[in-house]
């Protein structure tokens, strides 16, 4: 069963923080250490990028990822790779089973084409990241595909993608062991036209640390 009680996940803790809802957050995990994304109120999509935190051109590779692990999505013993082969980290424990990483991230223009031109002012989780890379001197051209945590993202048989309900419960987290230093950049989602929200944001919390046993 997966271990809820931090103090038990964690010998040292080194950050310890709740994200408010539709707002980024970044920070390092050094190798070894543990990132822990915690679900607060349950259903609430974080949109997350990786970065090599010694070279940030070395960054996370969807494509790489899907084709080493033969899977549509990422859940428990997923290794996320970068576009230079190396795994950046390995998903350690997670209560929800899969995670998205084909249906990217929304962003104020493809909020505009699904929705509506009266959409295209609200703020996005691409703009999220963009705020966020620019204080580690990157721009547009490094935000790249992304891993959506806690977003459900069903195939259809013709191949479509469909943006549903989420599928983690209150509380709900998922566990990502650094294997090499990483920047973790992170858009606590702030979507409000599809469900992947529940229509409402809600803050997520996240915890760095060491982790108790390896």
Not at 68 to 78: F, H
Not at 194 to 205: D, E, H, S, W
Request: charged share 20%.
């Amino acid at each position: 069963m997966p271990e809820y009680d931090i103090s038990k996940v964690f010998s040292a803790i080194t950050l310890d923080q709740v994200v408010p809802a539709r707002v980024p957050w970044s920070g390092v995990v050094r190798k070894g250490q543990v990132l822990r994304i915690i679900d607060l109120e349950s259903q609430q999509a974080v949109d997350a990028l990786f970065y090599n935190a010694h070279a940030y051109y070395e960054r996370y590779s969807a494509q790489d990822t899907l084709l080493n692990q033969g899977s549509a999505y990422i859940g428990k013993g997923g290794r996320l790779f970068s576009n230079e082969g190396n795994v950046l980290m390995t998903v350690v424990e997670d209560t929800c089973g899969r995670h998205d990483t084909l249906a990217g991230a929304c962003s104020c223009e493809s909020n505009t084409v699904r929705f509506g031109h009266e959409t295209k002012y609200m703020h996005a989780c691409r703009e999220n990241f963009l705020l966020e890379v620019e204080k580690y001197g990157m721009g547009k051209r490094d935000i790249v595909n992304n891993v959506n945590f806690f977003m459900n993202v069903p195939i259809m048989q013709n191949g479509e993608l469909v943006i549903d309900d989420g599928l983690s419960i209150p509380g709900g987290f998922v566990d990502l062991r650094a294997e090499m230093d990483t920047l973790v950049v992170l858009s606590n989602c702030p979507q409000v036209n599809n469900p992947c929200n529940g229509f409402t944001p809600t803050p997520i919390r996240v915890v760095i640390g060491d982790p108790a046993s390896i």
